[in-house]
């Protein structure tokens, strides 16, 4: 039975780390799509205009007493073509990029970076995958004992 829980034990923790691998791809893609926005925010032909167009919305009456949807609506700068980057929203009170439209059409939104509990679950799959079959033929091995001894 020892042999038997072991198989199914490996089995499962095969089963698991495909189960995980799924798990793993949508982190890596959180990851790269963050890394993404992340260095584009950072290039210099952002960064320029970014500061010009706080300055503007600073010294802008409208701008500090419009509501936010009309705020963020109109922090819009265009750019054609320099650099890639044909658009950007600023979010005017704390000045974050909320997103880049890039001259090939691609909008790209400001996401989060995945976070550390993400990548410690990865490793969790193929554990908890072994540990069930494993665990399970255990106690139906420790069960039938009690029942079939003496």
Request: aromatic content about 10%; glycine content about 10%.
């Amino acid at each position: 039975m020892r042999r038997l829980g072991i198989v199914l034990g490996v089995l499962g923790g095969a089963v698991g780390a495909f189960a995980g691998y799924t798990s793993a791809r949508d982190v890596w893609n959180a990851r790269t799509a963050h890394n993404r926005f992340e260095l584009l925010v950072a290039s210099p032909v952002i960064q320029k205009d970014r500061k010009e167009l706080m300055d503007a919305i600073q010294k802008d009456w409208f701008a500090r007493n419009a509501p936010p949807d009309e705020r963020k609506r109109m922090a819009s700068l265009e750019e054609k073509g320099v650099g890639g980057v044909e658009r950007f929203t600023v979010e005017p009170s704390t000045g974050a990029i909320t997103s880049i439209e890039l001259s090939t059409g691609e909008s790209i939104q400001r996401t989060d970076p995945p976070t550390l509990l993400a990548y410690m679950a990865l490793p969790l799959y193929p554990l908890i995958g072994f540990m069930v079959p494993w665990g399970a033929i255990r106690l139906l091995t420790w069960i039938g004992a009690g029942f079939f001894s003496k």
